[in-house]
């Protein structure tokens, strides 16, 4: 009897290996540190990221499937996994003083951080359902410990006996969906699912369209579309802030590649079915995120249903179902990763020790009392609200510019319209840092160096992205081109 032996393609999962051996680094320097000192495991961490970057470089234009067609190595993937490891360095920055002033220095929280990077790029790169459950599943349970990762508060244990409770049942949807899509066509592989349907001559076998429902529940709760988005504001107010701030980035960058992947794709010759439901959801999300937004008193509640409502604009450019409606929403996560993750960057550096300065009227003031800092926040609330010339306009633009010249002309119209309503409470915070009176001394901030290298960058990412758009759209097209 011959052994055959697989061949294996360690160079397609370089950048996931780097990651991985990073992460387990980490956790072996910090049992060297000492106690409240795991500065040195952060900078390992962002040394991996780093060279995990440089290797994604290496691997762009050179398309290619690895491991038996469980893995694809595309721009496509490559573009995600590039905005997925800027969030997870920025994190990285931003909790260092952070996780000090909590008491809660741990190394094992940068561990975390990368092991759900990891996740993340399997998910990107999957090119089977297996393949991308396993992600979203290595994804999710390090998320489920950062959003707890505050022990002594009842809040962030709250949060993350919430996540993953819900998590558990989203997870469950994208198994039986899976388990139906296999029912259906035979397999799990992308391009095997799409060959079958292509060949199909009755779309409407039930359990087919029951997989196709079930994914569609399982991506939506990680997405947090309405109306599976209930968690998202008590676990983005009950998390450390800079994990939420992780969260709604990278989760988000992960789930859409792979719902882009699977229905984009695997699942193309269904689209006139999820078209439909998408639009609905995309009206809903969209609206509910902006008009729920309106009342929110705390800025971490008002910025998780900012998140809400961002998921569904995304959505606008799966339902316009052509290259620069996909181009567009990779343009976007890069534009939206910047933006956000900045505006927590600000939340974290003003607020106080036990998640304090969170109520938007502790604002008041605060543009005068730091000048700088509320120029910064100013910024990355006018990009979320659309206004130019900041990156989260020319989102905002190239994503309906794709469904108008797809025909969905409402659609656009009416996210146009919720893009207007949304410049309501961004600026109603702007209000409170330039034209109230401080509520009370605000105290000093404590600018550390690795919180202002973040800031900058979010900043500068902010502004080049709207200022000068085409270079990172051209890398977006380039990335939807030949997407496998």
């Known amino acids: ?40 495991a952060a900078y390992v961490g962002l040394l991996g990221i780093f060279i995990a970057l440089v290797s994604l470089t290496l691997l762009w234009g050179k398309p290619r499937y690895a491991f038996n067609n469980m893995i694809m190595v595309d ?29 809660m220095s741990h190394g094992e929280f940068y561990a975390l951080i990368l092991f759900s990077a990891v996740g993340m790029m399997f998910m990107t790169a999957g090119a089977n359902l297996i393949t991308i459950f396993l992600g979203l599943e290595t994804m999710s349970i390090s998320i489920y410990v950062l959003a707890g990762f505050l022990r002594d508060s009842n809040r962030s244990n709250e949060s993350a006996l919430k996540y993953l409770l819900l998590g558990a049942f989203s997870s469950a949807f994208l198994l039986y969906g899976i388990a139906f899509i296999y029912g259906a ?36 709760f990680k997405i947090a579309t309405v109306p599976f988005h209930m968690w998202t504001p008590d676990v983005y107010e009950g998390a ?29 010759d269904l689209q006139p079915d999820w078209n439909q439901l998408l639009w609905i959801l995309a009206v809903l999300t969209m609206t509910l995120g902006n008009v729920v937004a309106i009342a929110q008193t705390n800025i971490k509640r008002m910025l998780a249903y900012s998140s809400i409502a961002h998921a569904g604009y995304i959505m606008v450019g799966m339902i316009a179902s052509n290259e620069l409606g996909t181009s567009s929403i990779l343009f976007y996560m890069l534009a939206y990763a910047f933006t956000n993750l900045g505006a927590f960057g600000v939340v974290i550096l003003f607020g106080r020790k036990g998640e304090g300065n969170l109520d938007i009227e502790d604002y008041s003031g605060m ?5 700088v800092l509320g120029l910064l926040m100013a910024v990355f609330l006018f990009s979320l609200a659309g206004i130019p010339p900041t990156a989260g306009f ?22 146009v319209m919720n893009s207007l309503v949304s410049v309501y409470y961004y600026l109603r915070v702007t209000v409170m840092m330039y034209m109230k009176d ?12 690795s ?8 900043v500068a990412g902010t502004l080049l992205i709207g200022i000068f758009p085409s270079p990172y759209l051209d890398l977006a097209k380039q990335s939807v081109l030949h997407l496998m």
């Open 438 to 449: 401080p509520v009370e001394d605000l105290e000093g901030l404590h600018w550390s160096p």
């Open 394 to 415: 020319v989102g905002k633009f190239y994503i309906f510019g794709a469904a108008v010249k797809a025909g969905y002309i409402w659609l656009a119209i009416i996210g």
């Open 185 to 220: 066509t035979g397999t799990t592989d992308l391009k095997g699912i799409s060959e079958f349907l292509s060949r199909a001559t009755y779309m409407k076998d039930p359990m087919l369209l029951a997989g196709m429902g079930l994914l569609l529940v399982g991506f939506g």
């Open 1 to 40: 009897m011959d052994l055959v032996i697989p061949k294996i393609d360690a160079l397609s999962l370089c950048p996931e290996i780097v990651l991985s051996i990073t992460a387990m680094l980490v956790l072996l320097v910090t049992v060297y540190l000492p106690k409240g000192r795991k500065d040195p």
């Open 75 to 103: 721009n496509f993937s490559i573009f995600f996994n590039m905005v997925i490891l800027v969030t997870a360095a920025l994190s990285i920055l931003m909790s260092i003083t952070y996780l000090k002033e909590e008491g």
């Open 240 to 268: 450390p802030t800079s994990v939420t701030a992780f969260m709604s980035v990278g989760v988000k960058a992960a789930v859409f590649a792979a719902f882009l992947r699977v229905f984009s794709h695997a699942l193309w």
């Open 451 to 458: 919180m202002i290298v973040a800031l900058i960058i979010a």
């Open 367 to 371: 543009g005068f009392k730091y000048p």
